[in-house]
C-alpha cells in the first residue's frame, strides 16, 4: 500500500520532470539498486534536465548493475550513488550522457567502471588536445582495448557537449583530436605488426574532409590521404617496395578502425578522395600526388584538398605534402569554368538523394550544411588566393574570415554561423544517440521529442525543433542562392557580393574599408567608367568589383583606380582591350598590380597605352633577347627622318620595353599570374640583364642616329661605346645612369687628328640627342669615370688609352675597369680595348701593398665624405653600413689581388665573382652568403624605390604609403614597414662585419 499511495504523486512528479512513461519509472526508481537516490529531488531535478529521462533512468540502473555483478567491486555501487547525490558536475555529466546516447550507456554498462571517467572536473579536463588524447590511448595494444579507449575519451566528449561546457566549434575539434590520436594508435599497431614494413617506408597520413578540417561528427568516415617514401636513399626498387610495405601498413591501420569486433567498430577510414579515387592506389609518393593534381585533378579534388592536414605518422612528410598541395589549391579559381563546375557538383549533389529523404536530410539537402559548406569553400577559394587569411580548413573559422574580409556581410554571416551551429548540433545530437553515421531527421516522435529536449526545447520540443529548423533551413537556402550562385561569379571568380547594388553611402564605406583614402574620388571614377549603357560600360561593371579587390589588396588603392580609368580614358575606343581583359584571365590582374603599386610603370603605361596587351600574353613580359632589342631599334631609327626622330623611335622602343621589365619585375614579386614568383636574386639578375641589354641598344640607336645625321653610313672612325660600372656589370636598376668609355681608331686613310674630332662630335651629339626633353625616364650617359675626369677628353683613341694607362693611370682607375665591357659601336674595337686594360684590371702577381692601403683610404675616405647630410648610414643602400659599395668594394679587391692567375674572377658582374670567390675559398661560404644577401637586397630596395616614387632614390621613402610600397615588392604584407626595416638593418648590419674583416682585415 506504501508503494501504491506513493505512484500518484510520484506518477505526476515524473511528468513534470519530463518522463514519457512515469510507471515505468517508477518501477526502476523502486529497484533496489537505486533505493538510496529514489527519492533525492536534486537526483530527479537532474534526470529531468536531461535529453530523455526514461533512457537516462534506464542506463543508470544497467550502469549500477553491472558494477554490482562484479564481485570485486562491491563498493563501487555506493561510491557511484553517493558520488551522484553529492557532486552534481558528475551527476549532469552522466546523466546527461545517459540521456543523449544508448550506444554510450551500452558501454557503461559492459564496462562499469568508465564512469570514472566523467568524475574529474579540471578546468584542464575541460580542453584536452590530442596530447592528452594519446595519453588516454597509449595502453591499447588491440583493436579491443583500442575500442574501450576510444569510447571511454568520447565519454567525456559527449558529457562536455550534452552539458554545454563546450560549444559546438569545440565539440568537432575534440573529436577531430581524438580521431588524430586514434589513427596515430592504430598506426602504431600496424607497424607493431608488422617491423620490417614500418622499416621500410616513411608513411603519413593526412586528414580530408571534416578531420582534417577540424570539425568532425561523433560518427563519420574519417577520410585520409596516405603518403609514402622510402626511409633510405635507395633508387626506383627502393621506392617500389617502400610503397608496397606502406601499402601494407595502411591498409592494416584502417582494418584496425573500421573492422567490426565485440567491442563494436571505431569508424571507417575512407582513402577514396585519393587520386582516381578506389581505382587509384591505395599509397603513393609525394611526387606521384603532385604529378597527379598538377595533370589530372578535376576541381573538386582541389576544394577537397583545402582541408588537407597531417594527422598520423611521418609528420615532416605530411607537412611536405600539405605545402606542395596548398599552392595548387589556391589556384584552383583560375580554372577554366571553375565556378561552374563547383555548381554543377552541388547540384549533382542535390539530384542524388533518393526523394524520400529530401525533406529530412540535415547535410544535403537544400538548406542543409553542405550548402554552408560549399558556399564557405566557394568563397575561399575564389578569394583565398590573394587572401591568405580565408585559408582556414574549418567552415566557422573560414566564415567569419570572410566576414572580417568584407567577402560576406556581417549579418550574413551572423546568420550562416547561427544557421551552420544549430544545424551541425541537430546533426550531432542524432548520430550521439545510436552512434550510427546519419544525417536524417529521425521518424518517430519520441526520437524527435529526444533532439528537441537535447537542443533545449523543453514546452512543445518536437514542435519547436520543426520551427527552428525551418527557419534556419531557409535561410540557408536564401544565402546560398545569393552567395552561391551570384551570376557575376561565373564571369569573374572574384566578384564581391552586392557591389553593383550598394548605396553610395554603403559604397564609400566599402570602398573606406577596403583601403582606400578618398572614397569620394573612387565613386566618381567608377562612375566615369562604369555609367551608361554601352556594351563598353556593361563590360566595366563586370570588371571593376573584381579589380577593385586588387587594387585594393596593395599599398595604394586609390592610385591604382585613378590608371585604370586614366587608361581606359586613352584605349577607350579599342575594341581589342575591354575584351583583353575580360577574356584573359590574368590580363586584369597583372594591370591592377601594376597600376596600384607606384608611379613608374603606370607613367610609362599611360604614355604607351598600347603596351597594355603585352599583360595578357603568357611571355609577353618576359624580356626580350639582346639581338632582339638591336634588331628593333636600329630598325626603327634607319626608318626614321633625321637624327631627332632616330632618337624618338629608339625612345619609344625603350619606353615600352622598360614597361615590359617593370610589370614583369611587378607581377613576379606579388606571386600573381602571368609571371611565376622569382628567387630574390634571380629576380633581380633578371632585371639588371634586361636593363643593361635595353640601354645598350638605345646607346646603339643613338650612336647610329648620329652618325648619320653627317657621316651617312660611316664614320671615318672606328667608334666603340665601352660600360662601365653597373651599366658594364649588367647590374643596372631602374634609376641607373650608363657610364660609359668611349674609345675610337682611325680608320684606313684617316689622320689621327681627323678620327679624333669626327669621334667628339658624334659622341657629343649622342649626349646632345639622348638629353633632349623628353616625358620618358631620361637614360643619362656619364662619362666621368674617362681618364683624367672631367677634365680629360670625352673620347680618346685606343693608343691614347694605352700611353695613359701605360703611364699615369692609378688604383682606382683599374678597379674602375673591372666593370668595363663593351655595349655598343664597333665590336673589334672593343675587344681591343679589353685586351688592353685586362693586365690592368687584373694584374700579374696582384696588388701591392701600398695598392691595398691606397684603395682602403679611398674607401674610408668616400664613406665620410660622399654619404648625403642627415643620411641614416643604416638604411642608405648604396653608401651606408654594409650597402652596395661595401660589398662591391670588397669584391673588387679580391679580383684586383686574384684576378690574374683565377679566371673565373675575371667577370664584370658582382653576384658571379662573389661566387668564384667563394669557390676559390677566397672568401668563406657564410661570409659569401651575407655579402651577397645585402648586395641583392640593397639593389632591390633601389629598384623599389624608382618603381614606387618615379624617380631614383637610395634611402627608403618617409611617406606611408611609398614606405609600405616598397615593402609590398620586398615581398612584406601590409603593417609589416617596421618588420622590413629591422630586418634590411639585421641584413647590413651582418655585411658590414664581414666587410670589416675581409677589406678592412680588422682581425
Avoid at 537505486?34 to 533512468?57: C, Q, W, Y
Avoid at 590520436?181 to 571534416?210: F, I, S, W
Avoid at 619606353?655 to 613576379?668: K, N, S
Wanted: hydrophobic share 40%; proline share 5%.
Amino acid at each position: 500500500m506504501a508503494q501504491g499511495g506513493r505512484r500518484p504523486t510520484t506518477y505526476g512528479r515524473l511528468l513534470r520532470h519530463g518522463f514519457t512513461d512515469p510507471a515505468a519509472a517508477t518501477r526502476l526508481l523502486d529497484s533496489p539498486p537505486l533505493a538510496s537516490v529514489r527519492d533525492d529531488a536534486l537526483f530527479l531535478n537532474a534526470l529531468g534536465a536531461t535529453a530523455d529521462p526514461d533512457l537516462a533512468l534506464l542506463g543508470l540502473l544497467r550502469l549500477v548493475e553491472a558494477l554490482e555483478a562484479e564481485a570485486e567491486a562491491a563498493e563501487d555501487p555506493q561510491v557511484l550513488l553517493g558520488t551522484l547525490l553529492t557532486a552534481k558536475p558528475l551527476r549532469d555529466r552522466l546523466l546527461g550522457v545517459l540521456g543523449a546516447s544508448d550506444a554510450l550507456a551500452d558501454h557503461l554498462a559492459r564496462h562499469p567502471h568508465d564512469w570514472r571517467a566523467l568524475a574529474t572536473y579540471e578546468s584542464a579536463d575541460l580542453h584536452p588536445g590530442i596530447e592528452e588524447f594519446e595519453a588516454a590511448l597509449r595502453q591499447a595494444d588491440d583493436r579491443d582495448t583500442l575500442r574501450v579507449a576510444y569510447r571511454r575519451a568520447l565519454l567525456g566528449i559527449a558529457a562536455r557537449d550534452v552539458c554545454g561546457t563546450n560549444d559546438l566549434a569545440h565539440t568537432a575539434a575534440q573529436l577531430a583530436d581524438l580521431a588524430t590520436a586514434t589513427l596515430r594508435r592504430a598506426l602504431a599497431q600496424a607497424r607493431q605488426a608488422a617491423p620490417e614494413d614500418a622499416a621500410a617506408c616513411r608513411l603519413a597520413v593526412v586528414g580530408m574532409g571534416k578531420a582534417g578540417g577540424n570539425e568532425l561528427n561523433y560518427v563519420s568516415d574519417v577520410d585520409v590521404i596516405f603518403v609514402a617514401e622510402p626511409s633510405g636513399t635507395g633508387g626506383p626498387q627502393d621506392e617500389a617496395e617502400a610503397l608496397r610495405a606502406a601499402t601494407r601498413v595502411a591498409a592494416h591501420m584502417m582494418r584496425i578502425c573500421s573492422d567490426t569486433t565485440g567491442e563494436g567498430t571505431i569508424w571507417p577510414v575512407d582513402a577514396n578522395l585519393r587520386p582516381e579515387g578506389r581505382n587509384g592506389p591505395l599509397v603513393r609518393t609525394l611526387s606521384s600526388h603532385l604529378a597527379y593534381y598538377q595533370r589530372w585533378a578535376k576541381t573538386w579534388e582541389f576544394q577537397a584538398l583545402l582541408k588537407a592536414r597531417p594527422m598520423a605518422g611521418d609528420a615532416e612528410l605530411g607537412y611536405a605534402y600539405v605545402d606542395a598541395v596548398t599552392p595548387l589549391v589556391w589556384q584552383a579559381a583560375e580554372r577554366e569554368n571553375f565556378v561552374t563546375d563547383v555548381q554543377q557538383m552541388r547540384r549533382r549533389v542535390v539530384a542524388s538523394i533518393p526523394a524520400a529523404q529530401v525533406e529530412r536530410e540535415l547535410k544535403l539537402g537544400p538548406g542543409g550544411l553542405r550548402d554552408v559548406e560549399f558556399a564557405v569553400q566557394l568563397l575561399q577559394l575564389v578569394h583565398g588566393r590573394s587572401d591568405t587569411t580565408l585559408r582556414s580548413p574549418t567552415t566557422l573559422d573560414a566564415l567569419d574570415a570572410l566576414a572580417a574580409g568584407g567577402y560576406v556581410g556581417r549579418q550574413d554571416a551572423a546568420a550562416l554561423d547561427a544557421a551552420y551551429r544549430f544545424l551541425r548540433t541537430m546533426e550531432h545530437r542524432i548520430q550521439l544517440y545510436q552512434l550510427r553515421r546519419t544525417h536524417l531527421m529521425p521518424d518517430s516522435e519520441a526520437d524527435q521529442r529526444r533532439l528537441g529536449r537535447s537542443l533545449g526545447y523543453r514546452s512543445e520540443p518536437v514542435t519547436e525543433l520543426h520551427k527552428a529548423w525551418r527557419r534556419h533551413a531557409s535561410a540557408v537556402r536564401r544565402l546560398h542562392e545569393k552567395l552561391f550562385y551570384r551570376p557575376l561569379l561565373d564571369a569573374v571568380a572574384q566578384l564581391e557580393p552586392g557591389e553593383e547594388r550598394l548605396s553610395a553611402r554603403a559604397a564609400r564605406q566599402r570602398l573606406e574599408a577596403l583601403g582606400y583614402a578618398d572614397p569620394a574620388s573612387a565613386l566618381r571614377h567608377l562612375e566615369a567608367l562604369a555609367s551608361g549603357v554601352s556594351r563598353k560600360a556593361a563590360i566595366q561593371r563586370t570588371l571593376l568589383p573584381v579589380l577593385l579587390g586588387w587594387f585594393a589588396d596593395s599599398a595604394d588603392p586609390d592610385a591604382g583606380l585613378l590608371g585604370f580609368r586614366k587608361v581606359s580614358d586613352a584605349l577607350g575606343k579599342s575594341p581589342w582591350y575591354l575584351r583583353l581583359l575580360r577574356d584573359e584571365g590574368a590580363a586584369a590582374e597583372n594591370l591592377a598590380r601594376v597600376l596600384s603599386a607606384g608611379r613608374f610603370a603606370p607613367d610609362l603605361l599611360l604614355r604607351a597605352p598600347e603596351a597594355v596587351a603585352l599583360l595578357g600574353d603568357e611571355n609577353g613580359l618576359r624580356p626580350r633577347s639582346r639581338d632582339a632589342l638591336f634588331q628593333e631599334t636600329l630598325s626603327a631609327v634607319g626608318r626614321a627622318e633625321g637624327a631627332e626622330a632616330a632618337v624618338a623611335a629608339a625612345r619609344g622602343v625603350r619606353r615600352r620595353e622598360l614597361f615590359r621589365t617593370a610589370a614583369g619585375d611587378l607581377i613576379g614579386a606579388y606571386g600573381t599570374e602571368g609571371v611565376a614568383q622569382q628567387e630574390p636574386g634571380a629576380a633581380l639578375d633578371r632585371v639588371g640583364n634586361a636593363l643593361t641589354d635595353l640601354n645598350s641598344a638605345t646607346l646603339a640607336g643613338a650612336l647610329r642616329a648620329a652618325v648619320r645625321a653627317q657621316w651617312g653610313d660611316e664614320l671615318p672612325a672606328r667608334f666603340a661605346v665601352i660600360g662601365v660600372g653597373r651599366f658594364g656589370g649588367h647590374e643596372m636598376g631602374y634609376g641607373s645612369d650608363a657610364d660609359v668609355l668611349f674609345v675610337h681608331e682611325p680608320r684606313e686613310g684617316v689622320s689621327e687628328h681627323e678620327a679624333g674630332k669626327a669621334a667628339f662630335a658624334v659622341a657629343t651629339e649622342m649626349r646632345r640627342l639622348l638629353q633632349l626633353p623628353t616625358t620618358d625616364p631620361p637614360l643619362v650617359m656619364d662619362a666621368d669615370l674617362r681618364p683624367e675626369g672631367k677634365s680629360g677628353a670625352l673620347a680618346r683613341s685606343l693608343s691614347s688609352y694605352a700611353a695613359y694607362y701605360g703611364r699615369w693611370s692609378v688604383v682606382w682607375e683599374s678597379q674602375a675597369l673591372l666593370r668595363a665591357e663593351f655595349v655598343a659601336g664597333d665590336a673589334g674595337l672593343g675587344e681591343r680595348f679589353m685586351e688592353l686594360i685586362d693586365p690592368l684590371r687584373y694584374p700579374a702577381g696582384g696588388l701591392g701593398d701600398d695598392s691595398v692601403r691606397e684603395i682602403r683610404r679611398l674607401k674610408a675616405r668616400m664613406e665620410s665624405e660622399r654619404l648625403p647630410r642627415g643620411a641614416d648610414p643604416t638604411t642608405h643602400a648604396k653608401l651606408g653600413r654594409g650597402g652596395l659599395t661595401d660589398v662591391e668594394w670588397t669584391v673588387q679587391l679580391t679580383q684586383l689581388r686574384h684576378g690574374h692567375e683565377l679566371p673565373r674572377l675575371r667577370t664584370t658582374r658582382t653576384r658571379e665573382a662573389l661566387a668564384a670567390a667563394r669557390e676559390a675559398e677566397l672568401i668563406g661560404g657564410d661570409d659569401a652568403d651575407v655579402l651577397d644577401e645585402a648586395w641583392v637586397l640593397a639593389s632591390r630596395v633601389r629598384n623599389a624605390v624608382m618603381l614606387v616614387r618615379g624617380r631614383p632614390g637610395d634611402t627608403f621613402p618617409s611617406e606611408s604609403r611609398e614606405l609600405a610600397a616598397v615593402g609590398r615588392y620586398l615581398g612584406y604584407d601590409p603593417g609589416h614597414v617596421g618588420e622590413m626595416l629591422d630586418d634590411y638593418r639585421r641584413v647590413t648590419r651582418r655585411a658590414r662585419a664581414v666587410v670589416d674583416r675581409l677589406f678592412y682585415d680588422t682581425e
